[in-house]
């Protein structure tokens, strides 16, 4: 068993700390690097090791770069705010503020006892008045800029949770957090209006460092289309709606159209034969969410209004029909239907029995055919190809005013209002006089009240408030009463990687001169879940905070990565009701925290994580124990001078190759988050120490070199370890004010190769060679080795080729 545990970490933990090691120096004139991992959310009271797994490897990868010349900026806090604090409380009665500070107390301690490089000093908590002092801040900004408005529409709504949801948070038509069916309700609620920036959070995605899963989610999310509007009047009326489509090409085939079920304009045009029957098929798409509405696999249903609209192209008559797979929130809430070129209209007409026009000639002649090809059946433009018959109608529907070109976005406004107790309330008062009026900035926070009647009844807990939701206006000093609902946390978190730089800023948000020194972040590491929700709101909120002047960068996060998923034993997701929870704490008492970080680190690849092992820990610790061996054996004989030389032998060589192999390989993949085969390479160059070690005569002063280069290697993956194995060698404290070993491209070129020796293609031998032999030289090498000799007995050579630093083959007969 390994010396090596908790008393080696809390030994080196408390001198970092009392030496102040990991503190950020502002003034340094090193490189700055902001390294930041999302930070946790203090719903349950412990750390599991899928945080671990978020935090160790990254700090790793940080250690590195420190002692490549970097100065770290690592900081961390909690996201604190939320339903499950709220959730928790209404089960046990106790406090979301009281169980969420005991859960950061414990969650610190824990963190801390990582051994990780956190500036703590940096610490930011957004359920305490000084952050969320600063998010009501944003939102006044917001709104002064025409950013942040107020409007009734229908929304996703939780009846488990008794709250609003964004659509992002919607995953197939459940609440992510409850799994409760979701809802359309029609509620007056505060809105981000993050499309005035859809074409820049589309733009610049190209230009960041991510992973392009994430960004073509982004892009998806986004959506993109680039196509024209059409005005279509209905029969026997003077109303009129509008289509968007990116197939104006096929208009001629327009068969039918279809509203969406909550579009206004259903109840003026639908007629009283078919009243009843519209009315039930709304009630049911009611339940349906918007994400589960546009799922593609999901087949298209309707009903007839029975009313017509005027094709505004030919004057045909198509039939008005209301379907659920039609948002009002989405372009127009109306679009045109085209059976034979849509695989989805087909479908639907084919259901219904509706007219299936033929307006695009191509492929075989099957429908629904969906590609470009020559327009027929579309009177004068017939024979033009789809690019250029799109830009003639366009220019038709202009000329008769019934359409123009458009750009439309997928991408729907943010919601950020919540009818829950436990967020930052949100600034504004409501005055008979005055109307909507903003808090004052001298006014802030708006304190989130402790004594709140706060079980879920639909309504915000802070309106039954009377001490909260009962104030003065801050313009005319008469009664008014202050917005109840409070702030989605996702808005906490939108911006929270400016406060780290400043969090103890009294005065302001953060000092813009601080933040443009250290923003953007450089890396910047947590879950794949957040792509369209969290890191779509943070890029947000960075470019309206831009264009505000509070800072001078366009993206909050120049690179980012990905953690997976660390498993259960069962290879199921952790979950304490499955009882396959993996709590570090007991495998950190046991084995010390190096080992269980150096465990997630070389018994997972970090982007795709799998099942945990305890047989896997225990060889992890058996490999550490083994370095402790080498080591201890490596001072040993260093301190015997009876045994040293001072040439560069063989010897030497191989394990000069060996560590300036692990320093190469090790150096770049950890630069990909590749942390297993970093530590793959460590064990191959703690190998070759040991073989070196059984050499009859070392060099001590070549072997003490190597070992100082091997403890550097080691420190980033077991800081503690190497802390104490950096001192038992006698060098100063402290490793990580150490600079990063250097490889030498010149000590990976071989003096001598092994290569194969064939005959007939099967090996028969391996030979060492000097590596710049010439050809004839090979042969000889390989004709003049004893076991070939012997093989070659009775046999005459025919022929001997060379592939130079490979092999040999000897044809013989």
């Known amino acids: 068993m390994s010396n090596y545990g908790t008393k080696i970490d809390e030994k080196w933990q408390k001198r970092w700390e009392e030496t102040g090691l990991y503190n950020f120096n502002e003034n340094s004139d090193k490189p700055k690097l902001y390294t930041l991992e999302m930070f946790s959310y203090p719903s349950g009271s412990k750390l599991h090791a899928g945080h671990w797994f978020n935090y160790g490897p990254v700090d790793s990868w940080a250690r590195i770069k420190r002692m490549q010349g970097y100065n770290v900026f690592q900081p961390m806090g909690f996201d604190a705010f939320g339903l499950p604090a709220e959730n928790y409380a209404i089960k046990t009665g106790i406090h979301p503020k009281d169980s969420t500070e005991k859960n950061i107390k414990t969650m610190e301690k824990q963190l801390k006892a990582m051994g990780a490089m956190f500036n703590w000093d940096h610490e930011v908590i957004t359920c305490l008045p000084d952050y969320y002092k600063w998010t009501q801040w944003v939102f006044l900004k917001l709104y002064e800029k025409g950013l942040a408005y107020r409007k009734k529409a229908p929304v996703n709504w939780c009846p488990s949770c008794n709250t609003v949801l964004a659509n992002e948070q919607v995953i197939d038509g459940c609440c992510e957090r409850c799994d409760s069916e979701v809802i359309k309700k029609d509620l007056t609620q505060w809105f981000f209006k993050i499309t005035d920036y859809a074409e820049e959070l589309l733009d610049k995605l190209d230009e960041l460092d991510w992973p392009e899963k994430t960004k073509s989610m982004q892009k998806h999310w986004i959506g993109k289309s680039t196509g024209a509007e059409v005005n279509f009047k209905v029969e026997n009326s003077n109303l009129s709606f509008d289509v968007f489509t990116t197939r104006v090409d096929t208009l001629f085939g327009v068969t039918y159209v279809v509203l969406a079920p909550e579009n206004k304009l259903v109840d003026k045009i639908v007629t009283e034969e078919y009243k009843s029957e519209v009315e039930k098929y709304r009630e049911t798409s009611n339940k349906c969410s918007e994400i589960e509405r546009q799922s593609i696999t999901r087949e298209k249903t309707g009903v007839f209004t029975g009313a017509y609209a005027i094709n505004p192209v030919n004057g045909k008559k198509v039939p008005v029909w209301v379907g659920d797979y039609v948002l009002n929130s989405y372009g127009t809430g109306a679009v045109m239907a085209v059976p034979a070129h849509d695989e989805r209209d087909f479908a639907f007409a084919t259901k219904y029995n509706l007219q299936i026009i033929k307006v695009i000639e191509g492929g075989d002649g099957t429908l629904p055919y969906t590609e470009y090809g020559t327009l027929v059946n579309s009177d004068e433009f017939d024979g033009l190809k789809t690019k250029e018959a799109k830009t003639a109608i366009v220019e038709k529907l202009e000329s008769i005013k019934c359409g123009s070109g458009k750009i439309n976005y997928r991408l729907r406004d943010w919601l950020v209002s919540r009818q829950r107790y436990w967020g930052a309330p949100i600034p504004i008062v409501y005055c008979e006089k005055c109307g909507t009026v903003t808090v004052p900035e001298d006014q802030l926070p708006v304190d989130l009240p402790y004594d709140v009647e706060f079980a879920p009844d639909g309504k915000s807990p802070l309106a039954k408030c009377e001490d909260f939701i009962n104030t003065t206006c801050p313009i005319c000093g008469g009664p008014a009463k202050r917005e109840a609902d409070t702030l989605d946390t996702f808005v906490c978190s939108s911006w929270y990687y400016l406060r780290y730089a400043d969090n103890n800023n009294k005065n302001k948000a953060f000092d813009t001169d601080i933040v443009n020194k250290m923003l953007p972040v450089d890396m910047y590491v947590g879950g794949p879940e957040h792509a369209c929700m969290h890191l779509l709101y943070a890029r947000f909120i960075s470019k309206a905070l831009r264009d505000m002047g509070y800072v001078n960068f366009d993206e909050p996060f120049k690179s980012l990565r990905h953690q997976g998923l660390i498993l259960g034993p069962d290879g199921q997701k952790m979950s304490k009701s499955k009882g396959n929870t993996i709590s570090p704490d007991e495998y950190i008492e046991e084995y010390g925290s190096d080992v269980f970080r150096m465990y997630l680190m070389f018994g997972f690849a970090y982007s795709e994580g799998g099942a945990w092992s305890d047989d896997g820990i225990k060889a992890v610790s058996k490999f550490i124990e083994r370095i402790e061996r080498t080591l201890e054996t490596s001072r040993t004989r260093i301190n015997n001078s009876s045994e040293t030389k001072t040439s560069i032998d063989k010897a030497e060589k191989e394990l000069n190759y060996a560590t300036h192999y692990a320093i190469k390989h090790i150096s770049t993949d950890a630069d990909k988050f590749q942390f297993n085969t970093s530590i793959a390479r460590l064990m191959e160059l703690n190998t070759a120490l040991s073989k070196y070690l059984n050499e009859k005569t070392i060099n001590d002063k070549f072997l003490n070199e190597i070992i100082k280069d091997f403890i550097k290697l080691i420190a980033p993956f077991a800081?503690?370890?190497?802390?104490?194995?950096?001192?038992?060698?006698?060098?100063?404290?402290?490793?990580?004010?150490?600079?990063?070993?250097?490889?030498?491209?010149?000590?990976?070129?071989?003096?001598?190769?092994?290569?194969?020796?064939?005959?007939?293609?099967?090996i028969k031998s391996k030979i060492n060679i000097a590596s710049n032999l010439d050809q004839d030289g090979i042969k000889e090498a390989a004709l003049s080795d004893d076991k070939i000799k012997k093989s070659l007995e009775g046999k005459d050579v025919k022929k001997v080729i060379v592939v130079k630093g490979r092999l040999v083959n000897i044809v013989a007969r």
Do not use: C, R
């Open 719 to 762: 800081p503690h370890f190497a802390e104490e194995e950096w001192s038992l060698i006698g060098m100063d404290y402290s490793i990580f004010d150490q600079t990063w070993p250097k490889f030498d491209e010149k000590a990976l070129i071989k003096d001598e190769v092994e290569i194969a020796v064939q005959i007939n293609g099967k």
